[in-house]
């Protein structure tokens, strides 16, 4: 495991309820390190936080540890199918099954820009 994703993992691992089920992927490809991260559905509150603040804190980090070994990581939160901004959007049907991919208009975590 490299430096970045044991960072990654170890911070987030203190910051939910339940880090035994904290887990990593790290890809690496021409535009540099990807972390995906997947962590309990209940626990990502704790890891977007308000506003986004804490996932764009973990970016700006990650930058760093990056920049350290002349690599550029990127920091993607897997987000589960049934969570719950997967309901509020079938509430407010935003998720219909029928629309086109390019059509729909779901919200994801990367559209919060962090």
């Given amino acids: 495991m490299e430096r970045d994703q044991e960072f990654t993992e170890y911070l987030i691992k203190n910051i939910v309820n339940k880090p035994d089920e904290v887990k990593t992927e790290r890809t690496v490809d021409e535009r540099g390190v990807l972390i995906t991260l997947h ?6 509150g704790y890891v977007i936080g ?20 002349n690599a550029r990581v990127n920091f993607k939160i897997h987000e589960p199918e049934g969570s719950r901004r997967m309901r509020e959007m079938e509430g407010n049907g935003m998720a219909d099954s029928g629309a086109a991919p390019a059509e729909r208009q779901e919200a994801s975590i990367d559209d919060l820009g962090i």
């Avoid at 962590?39 to 990502?44: A, G, K, L, S, T």
């Fill in 39 to 44: 962590v309990n559905p209940e626990d990502m």
């Fill in 50 to 69: 308000r506003q986004g603040q804490t996932a764009r804190a973990v970016r700006t980090l990650l930058k760093i540890v990056g920049a350290k070994n």
